[in-house]
């Protein structure tokens, strides 16, 4: 297995990266940090900080090329790494727009940050990703939709500097699990979508009671857990 710094540069630096490492001088640091941080390949570490995490930030860019920032959350374990190069994590019923798997569909270059809050610990993950609607993992992550693949560019871990430190409160009840039913997301109950989600969760919404929109986001506010 490659140590950090058997690794091979990757050429993760443009013009306008030069322009600034020479305006600051930093080229030979960042050149420093290159040869020695930058990985093309998964390590047991790496593959054991990623799969213990519970949720990270995914960076996918669209149809006009503008790019945009998701939050993605589960258990501990729903991303996996499957071999050294490439990285899986399952999809979720969400708002139904699909923007980030549209985005990946369309353009498929993804980057990934996985943050332990608590330590501080980041690593960034680059890659070329692609959705599946019938991947042999869906069955090992209840009601997933889709399984992305992320085939890794490059990964390094981050300076911790600007972490704050923050101590995790409790887990979403919304995260599919085995051993409960999942609970019909919030908005689902308000008014202003009965007449476009499904049939079926319109039937679980007029048996946990119709909400106004209003009181939802006053929920979402105050951080009540039933938001």
């Not at 980057?111 to 332990?116: E, Q, R, T, V, Y």
């Not at 997301?185 to 106004?212: C, F, M, N, P, Y």
Request: glycine share 8%.
């Amino acid at each position: 297995m490659k140590t950090m710094t058997e690794t091979p540069m990757t050429s993760i630096y443009g013009n306008a990266h030069r322009d600034l490492q020479d305006a600051f001088d930093t080229r030979a640091l960042a050149n420093r940090l290159e040869e020695v941080i930058v990985r093309n390949e998964f390590d047991d570490e790496t593959k054991g900080f990623i799969e213990s995490r519970d949720m990270f930030f995914l960076s996918t860019i669209d149809h006009t090329g503008r790019p945009t920032v998701s939050y993605k959350g589960g258990d501990p374990g729903f991303v996996k790494i499957v071999d050294s190069t490439t990285l899986v994590f399952p999809s979720y019923d969400g708002n139904g727009m699909y923007m980030s798997m549209g985005n990946i569909a369309e353009q498929s270059k993804v980057g990934m940050l996985f943050i332990a809050f608590d330590k501080p610990h980041r690593i960034r993950v680059h890659g070329t990703a692609t959705v599946h609607r019938d991947d042999p993992l869906l069955a090992e992550f209840k009601e997933a939709e889709l399984i992305v693949r992320v085939k890794l560019t490059d990964l390094w871990q981050n300076c911790p500097r600007y972490i704050h430190r923050q101590v995790k409160e409790s887990a979403s009840r919304y995260v599919p699990r085995a051993e409960c039913e999942t609970p019909l997301a919030g908005w689902k109950q308000t008014d202003l979508v009965q007449d476009v989600i499904s049939a079926k969760d319109a039937q679980k919404a007029r048996e946990l009671g119709v909400i106004g929109i209003g009181d939802w986001l006053e929920k979402v506010k105050a951080g009540d857990p039933e938001a």
